[in-house]
Structure formats: structure tokens, C-alpha cells
């Protein structure tokens, strides 16, 4: 109708594939750098963050409570969150590290 069916058929050639698949390998590097790298960067972190914490650190868990690191087990953790007042938290459920003192500076 609009295109030769000669012209139409120089078009389907094996470089017609290799162009049709580029920009689907471009979006997947991009999404690799942008997305995926970064977020298993973040994860080897936190698992270091994790295995590095020993009794006494000052930490903040997932749901906001800043405690301090009572007795640390293979996959819990005993966190003081008051005097006397203990709790049992999954490794997961600490987000990160306090530096020294900060526990005093909040009045606990």
C-alpha cells in the first residue's frame, strides 16, 4: 500500500533485530545502575553494620527505639530500651549505628 513490497522486505534484514534490541539492552543496564547496584551496595552494608555490632553500641531500630546492645545472639539481638526494661529484636530490626553518647544526650 504505502511501501514497496521490495523496499518493505530490505527492511527486515538481520540488523533490524540487533536494532530492535538495543534500546530494550540500554533500559536494562540503566535500571542495573540506577536501581539494583545501589540497593545491594546498601544490603552488603547493613550485613556488615550487622555482624560489627557487640554489647554496649548504641543502636536505632526499624521502628524508631533507641536502645543499647545487651546480649548479641546469631539471629537476635537483647536491646535495653530503659533501665531494666530488655527487649528481643530480629538482627533485621536494627537499622543502624548510634555514636557513643547519643543515648545520654536523649535523656535515657
Not at 32 to 49: G, M, S, T, V, Y
Amino acid at each position: 500500500m504505502f511501501i514497496a513490497p521490495a523496499h518493505a522486505a530490505s527492511l527486515a534484514g538481520p540488523d533490524s533485530f540487533l536494532i530492535q534490541l538495543a534500546p530494550m539492552i540500554v533500559i536494562g543496564v540503566l535500571f542495573w545502575f540506577l536501581l539494583i547496584r545501589p540497593q545491594q551496595k546498601r544490603a552488603k552494608e547493613h550485613a556488615a553494620l550487622l555482624a560489627a555490632l557487640k554489647k554496649g553500641d548504641e543502636v536505632v531500630t526499624t521502628s524508631g527505639m533507641l536502645a543499647r546492645v545487651v546480649k548479641v545472639d546469631e539471629t537476635y539481638y537483647v536491646l535495653e530500651i530503659a533501665n531494666g526494661v530488655n527487649i528481643t529484636v530480629q538482627r533485621g530490626a536494627v537499622a543502624g549505628k548510634l555514636e557513643e553518647g547519643t543515648l545520654k544526650k536523649a535523656g535515657l
